[in-house]
């Protein structure tokens, strides 16, 4: 008869994945990977333009408020820089500054553009897009107010 711990006397093998085991979970890992991360790309992109287009928004109700104290909107040379400094043509009734910090870029890095009167309205602004070039499609495509 054998001896109850002969078993446990013996030396007990290491345990561990084998080189087999590993590549095939980053095979998998992999595939998930480039499944997921063009979703995830596309997302960021979508995020971007809406960014923009808020920030768009923030500036046509400063804009507005502008308008209301001055009686008009800052000229395409005053720029947005005018909702910060009172520029010299708006006199005492300037009542500012209307933005809380400075004008910011657009999500890309890109200045936005304000020209009055705009193409469609008293004024338009602009962001160029991710590219920051007149035109382009999907993230390269002109936001534009009004």
Do not use: C
């Not at 998998?28 to 596309?42: D, R, T």
């Not at 500012?96 to 890095?109: A, S």
């Not at 553009?113 to 590219?131: M, V």
Request: charged share 20%.
């Amino acid at each position: 008869m054998r001896n109850p711990n002969q078993y446990a006397a013996a030396p007990r093998r290491a345990r561990g994945f084998t080189l087999l085991e590993l590549l095939v979970v980053i095979v998998i890992i992999g595939l998930l990977a480039a499944y997921v991360g063009p979703k995830y790309f596309s997302q960021l992109g979508k995020s971007e333009v809406t960014v923009a287009k808020a920030q768009i928004e923030a500036f046509e109700k400063s804009l507005d408020t502008y308008r209301l104290d001055v009686g008009r909107y800052p000229t395409t040379e005053e720029g947005l820089g005018a909702l910060l400094a009172a520029p010299a043509t708006a006199g005492a009734k300037w009542n500012g500054p209307y933005l809380k910090k400075g004008v910011p870029p657009d999500p890309w890095g890109h200045p936005y553009q304000y020209k009055a009167p705009g193409t469609r309205g008293e004024y338009e602004i602009t962001s160029l897009g991710k590219d920051g070039q007149p035109g382009g499609t999907a993230d390269n495509a002109d936001i534009t107010s009004q």
